[in-house]
Structure formats: C-alpha cells, structure tokens
C-alpha cells in the first residue's frame, strides 16, 4: 500500500489533508472527532487580534472609568487568550497528530508575547493569518507585504515552532512575498485566505453577505498560484487552500505542488466521513499510477519554464477565449 505521509512546514503528517482553521477545530471533542475520521493534522480556529489586544474598541465605550475599563480590558484579554491557551493544551491531550494554533492579526504589536504562550501552551505549529484590505488613497505600494515580513520576524525571531503564512488573495506579486516570508524563516505558506464575501439584496437595496462557503472553481487561483510558487521559491511548503470539494482536488493540489491541503466549507457541508472517503481515493489513485509515496507526485506538474508563464497565460487566454464568438 502506498505511504500518504508527508512532510509540511517541517511537520510529519500521516496524510496531506488537513482540517482548515474554522468552527469546524474549536474544541478539543470536535478536535478528537476529526483526529479519529483521519485528518493528517488540524488547524485551530484563529485567535483574533480583536480578542487579545488591550486597545479594543470597545473600551472607549467605557467613558470616563479608566481604571476600571483598563482592569476589564486586561481581563477580557487574559480570559480569551486563557481560552485559547486551553484549546491547545486540551487538543493536545486527545489530538496526536500536529496541531497548528493560528492567529488572524492585523497590527505588528503584541503578537510575539501571544505567540510565545502558544509555543509553551504545545502548539506544533503557528499559522498567521493579516487579515486586513488596503484602500487608504496615499497607501505606498509594497508596505503591505513589508508588514507581513515584520510580523513574521517578530514572530519567528521569539518561537521555535515552525511559522506557516497563510495569504491573502490581493497580492500583485505573491511570489515576490513568498520569497521574502521564505528569506524570513516561514516554514510554509498557505494559499489562500477566504475573505468575506459581499453580496447585495437588490429587493431590499442594503449589502448583505455573500456565500460563506466556497465552491469548486476557486480551486484554479491556488493551482495556479502553488504552480508557480512551488518552483520559483522550492525551499518551503505549500498547502492549497480554498475550493477543494472532491478527491480529485487532493490530487491537482500535490501536483501542482503543495505538500498538504487545508480543508473547511466540504466538511461543513457534507460530514467528517468526506475526511476518510478522500484517502481511500487517494489511495487507490496512487496505487493505480504506481506512486508509492506523496513525494514522487508533488509538483510533478507544477510551472517547469518560469520565464514563459506570461507567454504561457498569454496564449492560453487567446486560444480558449478567443475560441468563444
Ligand atoms: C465558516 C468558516 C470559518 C472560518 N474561520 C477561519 C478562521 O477562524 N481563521 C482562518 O484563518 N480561516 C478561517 N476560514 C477560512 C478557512 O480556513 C479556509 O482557508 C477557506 O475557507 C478555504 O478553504 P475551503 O475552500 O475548503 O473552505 C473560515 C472559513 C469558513 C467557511
């Protein structure tokens, strides 16, 4: 029988597919379930900057008692990082497969004193999610990406555990971003983030929100994406998130590159029993192509001519859409 192990952000996972950061992770029961159904490790619901920062909104609500509004600030900030903190240590206890803490963060501020309770709290992994769209009009090109760099660094230069940047979609040159995480010391890079989607009610003419889950044709960005990456900036591991609704997803993703994928809306929408279903496939497909381990197929298609991928997407488009009268 062929080995579905792996190796990401310098983890030994039994298999590639990993449980993605969501609702789906925020308990040690569902935790325990989702070890039990199969997966290759799990992502923990995200700790949000909004949670622990001293300077929540919030406070300003709370007129003129700063004394007291500074000692509740404090501790709603102790509890939810305290929460945490036992979300990791009782995942641990039941959990014995990698598991990744992760915080969703927008500002380079106390995160290496939060991030360094995660290492001794058991966390395998961090993985850190700047969630935030830029849209101020003197905003300079490039200081986003420059602000992921320092939140890595700040990050990394205070834990041991390996660091995983999970991106988002907006980025003109991921790969340029890639490079400096990598040059930065990120063990892996995710790809990508799902944002909120927008949508609006023309009925009642107010914004109201989009799909919360994803569909199948998001899958081509992060092929795309890891095609590239994976063989302009080889020293690092990728995982495909976002649109994999079917076994077969598993597969595209490792070819074109990523060491594992991360994994949410299919197993909200169908059950944990997708987990075992999608490695048995997996299993039958490398049996079937004579592939004994993950390693002799990832990236076997991912962009072998790095200097021709606009010619390549160039021609691409004329050919098929042109195609179309
Ligand atoms: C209901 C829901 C909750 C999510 N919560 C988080 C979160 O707390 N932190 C995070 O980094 N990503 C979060 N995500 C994004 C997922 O981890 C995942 O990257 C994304 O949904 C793409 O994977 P998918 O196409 O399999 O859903 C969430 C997604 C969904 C649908």
New binding site residues.
Partial sequence: MASLETTYAGLKLRNPIIV????LTDSPEKNKKLYEAGAGAIVL??LFEEQVMKDADWQGDMGSYAEGSDYLVEFMRENQLGEYLGLIRETKKVCPIPVIA?M?CYHDTEWVNVAKQIEAAGADAIEI?ILALQTDVDYTFGAFEQHHVNILRHVKSNVQIPVIM?LGKNFTNPIALIHALYLNGAAAVVLF??FYQPDIDIEHLKQISGA???SEI?LARSLRWVGIASAAVDKLDYAV????HSPEGVVKAILSGAAAV?????F?QNSYALLNQYLNFLNVWMEQKGMQSINEFKGRLNVKDLDGVNTFERSQFMRYFSLHK
């Fill in positions: 993605s950061s969501s609702g619901k995200s992760s969703n999610n999970k983030n799902r919360v889950f994803s998001e998130s976002g649109g994999i991360e994994i949410c809306s299919a909200y």
